[in-house]
């Protein structure tokens, strides 16, 4: 059998409205994720998709004057897909709950679990908030309004099949104990182990007074509730019950925002005990975009579009900012001021003023060809380690402090080359050795540091990569490697080429 990929998740996001920098944060660090995984060796799988089913798809359809189908197809192809264009995601796998390869899994599994007694049919009354797609407790209700969304609930009162979620908690607490790295940040964590402490009820695992969903197999007056339908699709992606699915199954990381989390880390895992299936490895919840100091959302009308960004800054420092400037899994805000400040202070005047620093120099005083491979035990050391600290840092998820890290080489090394003053080494041809060295060792640093922004800064990189002259394709440089000094051979052309990181008006 193949070796297991790292597969990694984002949730699939739902099409009755367009996408915002909230939805394409959590994509955004998927993808850094799993590149830099890619340059650690190993076999990578990253899925995202979208949740089409539901009340609120059919409502937006019905609104827009189109049939459901119509209206999912339309969002999908206009918004969703270009949306990872924008924000220069390479996933692996796209999943729609609307194709065959999903539905059909999905009443496979329910057909199962209800052969095995894991349903039973039953009447929900209670509050229902349709934003949000979720049956809520009475005492979550704030003024009749839902607490996320400030959007009233609807009561409803409907015959629906149920799952017995209640006689999980016992295994899913005995489950959180043994894996204390399931659910993360520790934040997370403590709120769903204090959630199931507090019991658990059973849940609808379908809905009656709608028809736009997956029909319940053996009941067609039902269709199977879309929570249900949805989180199934990271199992469904894998091919699963088909030949292949372990080379995938289990997720390694599911990432999710903290409002969703206690689906993923109560319902989905007490689905797959049901059902006898291997349990994801981790659910790591992000925090909130925030405007206003409430989560944006269109709902609300709080929306920003990821292209308005990145029509400014370019996809490189959209990706850069949102995973330097807020903690992953902490809250956070966007603001214009300060993304265009680490633009400048942090791409613009250090990474993209060192390199075409740099290159400018080899250009004029070594006619563009790099000089003799030569050592610089000061910096190589600290590239090993900012390695080391990057590599342990982005693996658990920490990517302001695996940026950080690369970012302190790259300080490190501005401090080298203004110490050295090659522009005045440039004048004394005594000193012609001097002026090698710190051309050699900053194209070498650089080198580097392409190789480590990768992840989060694929085009700068790659043009950077190719300015420094550097052979090879720069994806499959590996992390391992990075910190073994002389990878660029003497006499390399580079080329000062177009800026990393042009000037931004401030307009
Ligand atoms: N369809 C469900 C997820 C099913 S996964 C099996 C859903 N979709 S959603 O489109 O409403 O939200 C998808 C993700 O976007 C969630 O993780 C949610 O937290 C995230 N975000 C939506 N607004 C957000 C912010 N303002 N900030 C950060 N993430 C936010 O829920």
């Keep these: 059998m193949t070796e297991k990929a790292f597969y990694v998740t984002t949730p699939i996001y739902y099409v009755n409205d367009v996408p915002h920098i909230g939805h394409a944060y959590t994509t955004v660090a998927g993808d850094v994720l799993t590149r830099w995984h890619r340059q650690r060796g190993e076999r990578v799988w990253f899925l ?49 709950t609307t194709e065959a390869r999903h539905e059909e899994r999905v009443r496979d599994f329910w057909l199962a679990l209800r052969e095995k007694g894991e349903v039973y049919s039953g009447t929900y009354t209670g509050p229902y908030c349709v934003a949000c797609e979720e049956f809520k407790q009475p005492s979550e209700i704030v003024d009749g309004n839902c607490p996320i969304h400030g959007r009233p609930v609807k009561e409803i009162s409907e015959e629906n099949y149920f799952f017995p979620l209640s006689k999980y908690a016992d295994a899913l607490l005995a489950h959180y104990e043994a894996s204390p790295a399931f659910v993360e940040p520790e934040s997370a964590r403590n709120e769903v182990v204090s959630f199931v402490r507090g019991g658990l009820q059973d849940i609808s695992m379908s809905r009656s007074s709608f028809d736009w969903g997956i029909k319940v197999p053996w009941d067609d007056k039902h269709v199977i509730y879309v929570w249900i339908d949805a989180l199934q699709n990271y199992l469904n992606a894998t091919g699963w019950p088909e030949p292949g699915w372990e080379e995938r199954w289990p997720a390694d990381v599911h990432l999710v925002g903290k409002d969703i989390l206690r689906f993923h880390a109560v319902i989905w895992p007490a689905m797959l005990m049901a059902a006898g299936l291997p349990l994801p490895r981790k659910v ?63 791409l613009s005047d250090q990474l993209g ?134 990878q660029l051979p003497a006499g390399t052309k580079v080329a000062k080429g177009d800026g990393l990181f042009p000037r931004v008006e401030t307009e």
């Excluded at 059919?58 to 264009?85: F, I, K, S, Y």
Aim: charged content about 20%; glycine content about 8%; proline content about 4%.
């Design 48 to 96: 995202t998709g979208t949740d089409e089913h539901g009340e609120k798809i059919l409502t937006a359809a019905a609104e827009h004057g189109m049939t459901p189908r119509q209206w999912t197809d339309h969002m999908v192809n206009t918004a969703w897909l270009p949306a990872l264009q924008t924000i220069d995601v390479a996933n692996d796998d796209f999943i729609r």
């Design 284 to 346: 790591f919840a992000n925090g909130w975009l925030l405007v206003g100091g409430e989560k944006m959302s269109k709902t609300k009308l709080t929306g920003i579009a990821p292209s308005v960004i990145t029509d400014v800054f370019g996809s490189d420092a959209y990706r850069y900012y949102f995973m330097r400037a807020i903690p992953f899994g902490q809250d956070g805000s966007f603001s214009w001021e300060d993304m265009h400040a680490r633009y400048k202070s942090e």
């Design 353 to 486: 003023n060192l390199a075409s620093r740099l290159l400018a120099m080899v250009e004029r005083y070594r006619d563009g060809l790099l000089p003799p491979v030569a050592s610089e035990p000061a910096l190589e050391s600290a590239l090993a380690t900012a390695a080391a600290e990057a590599d342990e840092r982005f693996c658990a998820l920490d990517f302001q402090g695996g940026i950080g890290a690369v970012m302190g080489f790259v300080r490190a090394v501005n401090n080298y080359v203004t110490e050295n003053e090659p522009w005045q080494l440039a004048k004394d041809p005594a000193r012609s050795g001097d002026l090698d060295r710190v051309l050699y060792a900053t194209a070498e640093s650089l080198r580097a540091v392409a190789v480590l922004f990768n992840a989060v800064m694929p085009k700068a990189c790659a043009a950077l990569w190719s300015a420094l002259g550097a052979e090879g394709d720069l994806a499959a440089q590996r992390v391992a490697d990075v910190a073994r000094w002389g």
